[in-house]
């Protein structure tokens, strides 16, 4: 099992989801402050004070760390930033399903809208395994760069 782990092949697609959804998150997110804004706020968890830091800084975290995930670029690193983004957003998730919201959860911007719920934290645990295993795997291999 840890062969399959830490197979070259799965460890780039593994940097490949990784990076292209944070990708596509951050540039949904950039694009749109105000309404990424909204969608933080609709948590109630931050002091109204620190949304709009968190709605501008957080998009630019995602697209730099995909970004350097895609090309190979400290990879244990930015697995660990993006597998803590991953827990706090599914902490954030589950705590809004056990206060009953019924809100969008923001992850891609407003262009997806997807609701918090059971099914949005089982995806985030799947992403959560994944960076888990990158971070892992990057310990033990050199050799995770974007041609394989």
Known sequence: MKTLLANKYLILLSRLVLGFVFIYAAVEKISDPDSFAVS??????????????????????????????????????????????????????????????????????????QKVGLKKIVENLILIIVSFNLFKVSEKSTDLSIAG
């Open 40 to 113: 933080i706020s609709n948590y109630r968890i931050l002091p109204l004070q620190l949304v709009n830091i968190f709605a501008i800084a957080l998009p630019w975290l995602e697209l730099i760390t995909g970004i350097l995930l895609i090309y190979g670029v400290c990879i244990k690193e930015n697995s660990f930033i993006i597998g803590s983004l991953m827990l706090l957003f599914t902490v954030m998730v589950l705590i809004a399903v056990l206060r009953g919201l019924d809100i969008d959860c923001g992850c891609f911007g407003t262009g997806d809208a």
